[in-house]
C-alpha cells in the first residue's frame, strides 16, 4: 500500500489505538485498511453512498488481504451501521455541509463513548459552529497542506453541552495559537478570505457596517498569528 497524504496521515494520527473505526465515504479505501494493517484499529467499517467507490475499497482490502476485519457497506453516511460496535466515526473528504448531515441523521453518534476525526474540503467554520451547537467540542486540529490546499482535521469529542462559539472560534477553531507553521498559515489564509469578504461588501453602498465586522475579525486573526509568531 502506497503512503497515505498528508491529509489521511493527520487523520490516522488521531484514532485511538485498539478501537473499532468506521470509514465514512471511504472511496479508495487507503484510511482505514492503513489503520488496521498498522494494528491501530483492530476491525473497521468501509462504507460508501455509490457503487464505484466501495468496489475499489473492496478491491484494495482484497488485495492486501483484510476482508475478515473490513466490512463494505454500500449506505449513505452511518444509516444502518451497528453502532454499538464502533468507537471511531472518520469522515474525510467531504463538505462541511455533508459532514453535518450525515451526523445529524443518527442517534448513536452522539455519545461520549464515540469519537470522531473530521476532515472537511470545505465550510469548517459552519462545522465547527454546528459541532459546538449540538454538544461536540474540538479537542484537537492539525492543519496540513496538499498540493498547495491547506485543510485542517479536527479530532472532535461528544459532552451533549451546547455551546455558541464566536466568529473568531467558526474560522479558527483550536489551530489559534498552535506554534505550528501550517496552523499560522492557516490563521493568515482566512484572515485573508475575511478581508476578501470585506472588499466585495465595501462595493455596495450600504454594507460598510457588514464590510467592518470582516475586517476587524480579519485583524483578530492576524494579531493571533503575530502574536503566535512573536511568542516563538
Ligand atoms: C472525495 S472522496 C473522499 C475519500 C476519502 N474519505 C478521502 O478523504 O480521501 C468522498 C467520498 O465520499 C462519498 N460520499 C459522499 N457522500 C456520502 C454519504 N452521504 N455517505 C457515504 N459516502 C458518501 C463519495 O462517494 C466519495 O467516494
Known sequence: MEKL????AA????????TVAADIGTDHGYLICYLINEGI?????ATDINIKPLESAKALIAEMELEDDIETVLTDGLEGLPGEEI????????????ICGILEKTKWVKSERVHLVLQPMSRADMLRRWLCDNGWYIDEEKAVEVEKHLYTVMSVSYSGVKETP????????ELAGMNDNYAIKYLRWQANIQRGIASG?????NQKENALKHIQLADMIDEQADETENDR
Do not use: H, K, N, P
Request: charged share 30%; with cysteine; aromatic share 10%.
Open 41 to 45: 484499529c483492530s476491525r473497521g467499517f
Open 5 to 8: 497524504d498528508l491529509r489521511l
Open 87 to 98: 468507537d471511531e466515526v472518520l469522515i474525510c473528504g467531504m463538505g462541511g455541509e455533508t
Open 11 to 18: 487523520a490516522a494520527e488521531f484514532v485511538r489505538e485498539g
Open 201 to 205: 461588501l465595501l462595493r455596495s453602498a
Open 166 to 173: 464566536d466568529d473568531f472560534y467558526c474560522l479558527t477553531g
